[in-house]
Nanobody, 115 residues
Framework: VQLQASGGGLVQPGGSLRLSCAAS????????MGWYRQAPGKQRKLAAS????GNTNYADARFIISRDNAKNTVGLQIDNLEPEDTGVYYC?????????????WGQGTLVTVSS
């Protein structure tokens, strides 16, 4: 499984950003897709996740996660960005392997919020 993330960059405070991630490879289904973020010098933490059935989990009310099960893609919209949102955002997928589930990570995309 490969996860390719895109959409990071430099954004001014108060702006919006949309991250996208596409999963490719051989698999039957992806139970959960989501985004984790890692601020400089801090641990990686969940930003948002969405199940194959559409149930969502958010760390912040400014986040909106969406998913296309047919295309195996997940997106994250972040509004009213704050400098504290700066960090590397990692795409995540929990993939069914026939018996249980494996966790897969993308390479990360850098988001910098600064004026």
């Amino acid at each position: 499984v490969q996860l390719q993330a895109s959409g990071g960059g430099l954004v001014q405070p108060g702006g919006s950003l949309r991250l996208s991630c596409a999963a490719s490879g051989t698999f039957s289904r992806i139970a959960i897709m989501g985004w984790y973020r890692q601020a400089p010098g801090k641990q990686r933490k969940l930003a948002a996740s969405i199940t194959i059935g559409g149930n969502t989990n958010y760390a912040d009310a400014r986040f909106i996660i969406s998913r296309d099960n047919a295309k195996n893609t997940v997106g994250l919209q972040i509004d009213n960005l704050e400098p504290e949102d700066t960090g590397v955002y990692y795409c995540y997928a929990k993939v069914f392997n026939g018996i249980g589930y494996d966790d897969w990570w993308g390479q990360g995309t850098l988001v910098t919020v600064s004026s």
